[in-house]
């Protein structure tokens, strides 16, 4: 070989990909870039959750957000659970409350699924304002969270998904109910739509198992979300048998099965509220008061107290033209005016989609699969509608029957739920995964200019105003003095009972001060 020739190259051994070793680090790339990412999306989520309770993460051990009323009973369930778990975890329904009386936990939400977590928090700080307040930040990004999840799995988009948690999470709704931490407690809802679609898509046990232990977790963490749960999985089951019928047998069967598991996993802390039923049968709301706090078609319309930072006026209006003033708080249910208007853009478009099939490959019967998925929130928001009326049209005595009324019947401790109007939190989450649809399913150039103006406006109408954040009371010497004594502590009844059977509203704060306060001692 002379000097000038260069050698050649070793020949690669036959069968060997000289490419390979490139791709595999190309594809390593990808994958880190990919978790750095989720990871970003991750803590946008979490500033959601510090955003839509500002400025409680300055002041998480030492605020309650909005006032001392619910918000220090959610402290004493938190606190309670830590102290039972670590001193007699076989009374743990047997709260220091009404002591004798047996299950005093079960007079109210267990959210174990949320305080058991965060105990070991209550046990190295002693802190149960801090451990409730994280919770409390956790639920609400969550939420966003997962949302972002299931739309991103009906996608492939990030950036539609990150839109639909947002506009989700930092509904006007939501944001108002930062005091209701069981009404928020409903983020594993979509993720059990998660794992009904992948089942219609790949019906298997692993798939049918996840979505039982996601059902039967929900009602550890709240029972109200477990209504809320219930109804969103009835919503798709009839999509399903709609849309498939035949075909649907092989995922109807593994969902059975998921909803059979959940009953088991639901179990052990659903028998307290069955056994009470059993000890107090009279224990109930009675219909006027489930009446009460029933919404109205016009309560979709109705805006809640806590105006946005930059809507005040149009919130203003739609508060005075359109809220029935009973139980006025529980059912303030607007949507928002960008994820309206952005919802309403996207049933235009689905109706454009309809005969054409230029934006998805089509079903076997010709119609896109964004436009047969989003078919599938507009039968869940209808049904979450009608359920959120409650059990008679028009929340009045004479109305019509409707569909809640059965519903309440059919699940354990069923017409212990007082608020049928929060099963309305479906209606927004289904509108913003329409929504997330369509903007995946449009042109780039479209789906850029939509989200461009969408992200900016969203975050502007949604930036809550500051919450005003109260102490809660300060724990007395005899109350710490209490905690090395034995025996019961005497705490006479506080809440004014009207005439009209009503209760002084003022009043009601004076009892959550007397179970926060009890947290000092844990004594009966």
């Known amino acids: 070989m002379s000097r000038t020739e260069a050698p050649s190259a070793p020949s690669a051994p036959s069968g060997v990909d000289p490419a390979a070793p490139r791709r595999a680090r190309r594809a390593r790339g990808e ?40 918000p220090l009973e959610n402290i004493w369930i938190f606190d309670w659970a830590a102290h039972a778990l670590a001193h007699n975890p076989r009374d743990l329904f047997d709260a220091n409350m009404f002591s004798p009386e047996p299950l005093t936990l079960a007079y109210a939400e267990n959210m174990l699924g949320l305080s058991v977590p965060v105990a070991p928090l209550i046990w190295l700080t002693g802190d149960p304002a801090l451990a409730t307040n994280v919770a409390l930040i956790a639920v609400y990004a969550l939420g966003g969270w997962s949302t972002y999840l299931l739309a991103r799995d009906l996608t492939g988009q990030r950036c539609p998904a990150v839109l639909a948690g947002l506009l989700f999470t930092m509904g006007p709704y939501r944001l108002s109910q930062p005091a209701h931490l069981h009404v928020l407690a409903v983020y594993l809802t979509p993720l059990v739509l998660l794992l009904a679609f992948r089942l219609r898509r790949a019906p298997s046990l692993r798939l049918a198992t996840l979505l039982g232990l996601a059902v039967g977790l929900q009602a550890w963490t709240s029972l109200t979300g477990a209504l809320v749960t219930a109804v969103a999985v009835g919503a798709w089951l ?13 995922t ?23 056994r009470l039923r059993e000890i107090h049968p009279e224990f109930e709301h009675p219909e006027d008061a489930v009446l009460e706090f029933s919404a109205t078609p016009s309560s979709y319309l109705s805006t809640p107290d806590r105006t946005m930072l930059v809507s005040d006026s149009p919130y203003d209006r739609f508060r005075a033209r359109f809220t029935d003033e009973r139980g006025a708080w529980e059912k303030r249910l607007f949507p928002g005016l960008v994820l309206s208007l952005a919802f309403i853009a996207s049933l235009v478009a689905l109706r454009r989609a309809l005969p054409s099939r230029r934006r998805a490959p089509p079903e076997p019967g010709g119609t896109p699969r964004w436009v047969v998925e989003a078919s599938s929130f507009l039968v869940l928001g209808v049904v979450a509608f009608v359920v959120s009326l409650g ?30 109007a929060r099963v309305g939190t479906l209606v927004p989450l289904a509108m913003a995964l329409v929504v997330a649809l369509a903007v995946a399913a449009a042109t780039p150039r479209a789906r850029r200019a939509a989200l461009a103006v969408a992200f900016p406006l969203a975050l502007l109408e949604l930036a809550p105003a500051p919450w005003r954040l109260p102490a809660p009371p300060a724990r007395t010497a005899a109350h710490e003095a209490v905690a090395a004594t034995t025996g019961f502590v005497v705490g006479l009844p506080t809440t004014e009972i009207l005439p009209d059977a009503g209760v002084d509203a003022s009043t009601v704060p004076l009892d959550t001060i007397h179970l926060y306060l009890s947290t000092a001692h844990h004594r009966p």
């Open 391 to 420: 059990p008679k049209w028009g929340a009045r005595d004479g109305g019509a029957p409707l569909p809640f009324a059965l519903l309440a019947e059919v699940l354990p401790a069923g017409n212990l739920s007082r608020v049928p």
């Open 31 to 70: 994958g880190a870039r990919s978790v750095r990412v989720e990871l970003f999306v991750v803590a946008f989520f979490i500033g959601v959750g510090v955003l839509a309770t500002w400025p409680l993460a300055l002041h998480l051990g030492t605020r309650t957000p909005a006032d001392i009323g619910d």
């Open 238 to 250: 009839l999509w399903l048998l709609a849309r498939e019928r035949r075909a649907a047998a092989a």
């Open 252 to 274: 109807l069967g593994y969902t059975c099965a998921g909803l059979v598991l959940a009953g088991l996993v639901a179990f052990p802390v659903s028998l307290p509220y069955l």
